[in-house]
């Protein structure tokens, strides 16, 4: 039930580490694509939020959790693999992507093979 709010700090910290690179010249790539990251991390724990109000493991009264203290272990166990599958996949997409930048004549040769 709380599982969101692991994906929804990373989220924080890296909408943050943005805002302050974007006044810096990078040349890292994931650095570069750090805009994707924030997306897929902020719209997954907004659906999640969702989905637990829904189900009204969410109420507006505290605890606001329905369920405290299973609530840390949720966070800890189901949280932390959401947000590290997430951004293992966007990690992969920016090497793929950047791969793909750096040889696309490679790309198309092997394709009309």
Do not use: Y
């Not at 009204?56 to 949720?74: D, Y």
């Amino acid at each position: 039930m709380a599982c969101f709010l692991v994906p929804t700090t990373e989220a924080i910290v890296t909408t943050i580490v943005k805002k302050n690179t974007d006044k810096k010249e990078t040349h890292n790539p994931f650095i570069k694509r750090l805009n994707w990251l924030n997306n897929m991390l902020w719209g997954g724990s907004a659906l999640l939020a969702f989905e637990h109000i829904w189900h009204g493991e969410i109420v507006p009264w505290a605890p606001f959790l329905t369920n405290g203290v299973s609530a840390l272990q949720e966070m800890a166990t189901a949280g932390v693999a959401m947000a590290a599958a997430v951004t293992a996949v966007w990690a992969g997409i920016v090497a793929v992507t950047n791969s793909m930048a750096k040889h696309p004549t490679e790309l198309l040769k092997s394709d009309s093979q």
